[in-house]
């Protein structure tokens, strides 16, 4: 099991553009969560899955935020246009069903915003 | 609704010294409680985790957490620090929002280790 992959793994990019981030849950969890967390705020959730279908996106910041998962074993957040207090590093987890087996993090993308 | 305190956002340990890092939480259904290590630059790992059974659980890297529910608390120990110790700890407890399940995760402890 490769576990929760997520790419770009860092990114830096100029104040305006498009950023997508991605993520890929591990095979058969049913459960996807996006991250983010600052130094300031620390670890906030942005927006959970359940079999594909978004739940809860109410720890989204705002309108240039939005998120998708287009099939069980694909993720993507994508911020449009990018703003310097986007500055974070983003994870995505994945989890099954049931609570007691927990979520298990990817490395997470350290993103920069100049 | 659930919640999460951690106590101390910095804690200084001299190696081989005990580690405690205390957390309470607040949950109107028998919670599901868990711990995660951060190591610098990674994502968040599962140290251990309570769900019934056992109040005393054991987790990886010599560390244990006991479940007291008369204190609501679910502190983190290990007898003798190691340098390797050296990470962020977030405690977190299980929620229910609208039928889903979700864990609520605290501020978090930054744990040092000296020499």
């Known amino acids: 099991d490769a576990g929760v992959i997520q790419s770009p793994r860092h990114e830096v990019t100029e104040m305006g553009q498009e950023v997508t981030l991605r993520c890929k849950p591990i095979s058969g969890h049913d459960y996807l969560f996006w991250y983010r967390q600052t130094m300031m705020r620390g670890l906030e959730l942005l927006i959970y899955?359940?079999?594909?279908?978004?739940?809860?996106d109410s720890g989204m910041p705002e309108d240039r935020f939005s998120a998708k998962m287009p099939n069980a074993s694909f993720s993507t957040l994508k911020i449009q246009p990018s703003e310097p207090r986007d500055s974070a590093v983003y994870f995505c987890?994945?989890?099954?069903?049931?609570?007691?087996?927990?979520?298990?993090f990817g490395s997470g993308t350290r993103l920069t915003v100049v | 609704a659930q919640s999460v305190t951690q106590l101390g956002s910095h804690v200084s340990v001299s190696e081989g010294a005990l580690v405690l890092l205390r957390c309470n939480y607040s949950s109107s259904v028998p919670p599901y409680l868990f711990w995660y290590v951060q190591y610098p630059n990674q994502g968040l790992q599962l140290l251990l985790k309570?769900?019934?059974?056992?109040?005393l659980v054991k987790g990886i890297n010599g560390f244990e957490a006991e479940f007291k529910k008369s204190e609501t608390s679910f502190h983190l120990t290990k007898p003798s620090a190691h340098m390797s110790d050296a990470a962020e700890y977030f405690c977190a407890v299980s929620g229910f929002s609208g039928g889903y399940n979700k864990l609520i995760f605290g501020a978090g402890t930054r744990l040092a280790v000296h020499p």
């Open positions: 309570y769900t019934t059974g056992a109040t």
């Open positions: 899955f359940n079999n594909n279908v978004p739940i809860d």
């Open positions: 987890a994945s989890s099954l069903s049931q609570i007691p087996y927990g979520y298990t």
